[in-house]
């Protein structure tokens, strides 16, 4: 019993370490689409123009390709509340350009 409880905890550590990686990737394709750091996009709150909009693609990209949470998102992305991830994700929603920015992104 106590081997297979360790064996499912080391595949749980296993796929949150590739969720990660994964993640890293999609801010990075954002970040060079953006030609700015991912750091930037991640660490950045209530900026407009072309990081806001990076940060906003990152956010509906992660939703997209990843099994995680809007709690996992946020916190990945260093925002504070899952409304303000709501947020992020309504806009795409609401705003085809956004939508077809995401489009692009994903295509290179």
């Not at 990152?58 to 995680?68: D, K, S, T």
Request: hydrophobic share 35%.
């Amino acid at each position: 019993m106590e081997k297979r409880k360790q064996s499912t905890s080391q595949s749980d550590a296993s796929r949150k370490d590739m969720n990660i990686i994964k993640a890293e990737a999609i801010v990075k394709k954002v970040a060079d689409y953006f030609s700015c750091t991912p750091q930037i996009i991640r660490n950045s709150t209530r900026i407009r123009g072309a990081v806001g909009k990076a940060r906003t693609a990152a956010i509906g990209l992660l939703r997209e390709e990843l099994p995680w949470l809007l709690k996992q998102i946020g916190e990945y992305m260093n925002i504070g509340s899952i409304n303000c991830v709501k947020y992020h994700l309504k806009q795409i929603q609401n705003e085809k350009e956004i939508q077809q920015l995401i489009d692009h992104i994903k295509e290179r």
